[in-house]
């Protein structure tokens, strides 16, 4: 499904985001990334998103090599991968079903296309009887279900998700965590940057610890820490 071969990144200031780094994340996995703040997790997450480009090594998505992907290829790239930020990015004067809607009408859906699917993932994210609100209506964790909705509408097989518990109490927390275990448990591939430990904890799921731009541990199964452990 992903893999990265061998993979550097410096920026222009000087610092090296990453470091001949090599992962390989198969179909239907959830991966964990984690590492303190300038680790190289939000560089890899847009590599793969194709928001920067690599100074060497290769990244194959799908069977296909994306550092050699033309410009005009990009977005039918994205189309395959949804993301999820930590602030949301709703606008703001849109509804929940138009916020939605939206990512549909950038890839030129069909309007029955939107009509058909739009519904069916509120549905899936518990938003259906919110579809008119705005998102000022809603809280941070109604929010960040649009947003999941958003980003699951086009039907990716891939969703990366960047922090996206990051503005939200622990309880609501573990509930968007319930909807990506679902998400995760129907197929898609799942690759999500987090700094929280009780997340990675309770999960169980597949860890991937980035420092200095290197990759210091890969836990196939679990990635248990202790509490006074620094993501």
Same mark, same amino acid.
Do not use: C
């Given at each position: @499904? ?43 997450? *847009?590599?793969? @998103? ?12 799908? &069977? ?47 309007? *029955? ?38 980003? @699951?509408?086009? &039907? ?9 518990? &990051?503005?939200?109490?622990?309880? @609501? ?12 448990? *129907? &197929? ?13 904890? *309770? ?29």
């Amino acid at each position: @499904m992903i893999e990265l071969r061998n993979v550097s990144k410096k920026f222009a200031n000087g610092h090296v985001a990453l470091n001949n780094i090599s992962l390989n994340i198969d179909n239907g996995e959830f991966v964990f990334l984690i590492g303190s703040s300038g680790a190289g997790k939000s560089t890899i997450i *847009k590599l793969l @998103m194709k928001e920067h480009e690599t100074d060497s090594g290769k990244i194959i998505v799908q &069977g296909k090599d994306i550092t050699k992907l033309k410009r005009a290829q990009i977005p039918y790239l994205r189309r395959s991968i949804g993301v999820v930020f930590q602030d949301f990015r709703l606008l703001p004067d849109k509804t929940v079903y138009e916020n939605v809607a939206f990512a549909m009408e950038v890839t030129e859906a069909s309007a *029955k296309e939107i009509r058909r699917q739009v519904p069916i993932v509120l549905g899936m994210v518990d938003l259906s009887k919110k579809s008119k609100q705005y998102p000022h209506q809603l809280s941070g964790g109604e929010q960040q279900r649009v947003s999941i909705a958003r980003a @699951m509408v086009n &039907g990716p097989s891939i969703l990366i998700a960047d922090e996206p518990t &990051g503005n939200l109490d622990p309880e @609501m927390s573990w509930e968007i965590m319930k909807l990506f275990n679902e998400i995760n448990l *129907k &197929g898609t591939t799942i690759i999500m940057a987090t700094h929280d430990l009780n997340i990675v904890n *309770k999960m169980k799921k597949r860890v991937v610890e980035v420092s200095d731009g290197v990759i210091v541990r890969d836990e196939k199964r679990g990635g248990y820490f202790s509490e006074n452990q620094n993501l």
